[in-house]
């Protein structure tokens, strides 16, 4: 494991990577809960001082993409988390939400373990570069497909419909489907927006390349 942080207290490191599939009673589910509150407070006021002159519509964009799952989950694997994370099983696209939460139970124990202005240093020294990669805020997905399909398609909207929700309640996958100019596509993620955004990925793709 590469994580740069010595923890006082092993014992919240172990149980940060301790997945519920693993240990039901014992787990990391309440040190995400509470490393996704350090790190949403972390990265917005890291946004606020890097960009002070943007918009809130375009911090948010920021912040969207640097708490999203992928964005977590590829921090995790640079400090190869996944080798040290216990789990009951890997499957499919749960794969990277498993990673990305274990990511955000690890942030978790660090504020316990030393509180939040070190956390907060902490995430600021890893986000920092990834923020400072984008010299314009992104718009995501659902943006740009809505630009596209106005206009190539006299101002019309992308309609979109919620499938399905399946995974345990306290990590549920949602499942949207988009549709526009003819064409669908569906997509996964832990919340409706980030299933909407998905699958607004896919059909932006999908009709830009037709």
Do not use: C
């Amino acid at each position: 494991m590469k994580l740069k942080y010595k923890f006082k207290d092993d014992a919240l490191l172990d149980l940060a990577m301790t997945q519920s599939g693993a240990n039901i009673g014992h787990n990391n589910e309440k040190l995400e809960f509470v490393g996704d509150r350090v790190l949403g407070l972390s990265v917005a006021t890291l946004l606020y001082k890097m960009f002070p002159t943007e918009t809130e519509g375009e911090l948010a964009r920021r912040f969207a993409v640097l708490v999203s799952t992928d964005t977590l989950a590829a921090v995790a694997m640079k400090m190869e988390l996944d080798k040290s994370l216990r789990h009951g099983h890997f499957t499919g696209g749960r794969k990277r939400h498993l990673i990305a939460n274990a990511m955000e139970a690890v942030l978790g124990a660090m504020y316990f373990d030393s509180g939040f202005e070190e956390t907060s240093k902490f995430i600021a020294e890893i986000w920092r570069p990834l923020a400072a990669a984008e010299a314009e805020a992104p718009k995501d997905s659902k943006t740009k497909l809505q630009e596209y399909v106005q206009k190539h398609d006299n101002g019309a909207l992308p309609v979109y419909e919620f499938l399905d929700v399946t995974g345990p309640a306290h990590s549920p996958i949602f499942t949207a489907n988009v549709t526009a100019m003819g064409q669908s596509a569906t997509g996964s993620g832990t919340s409706k927006k980030a299933a909407s955004i998905a699958a607004a990925a896919g059909l932006f793709k999908k009709l830009a390349i037709s």
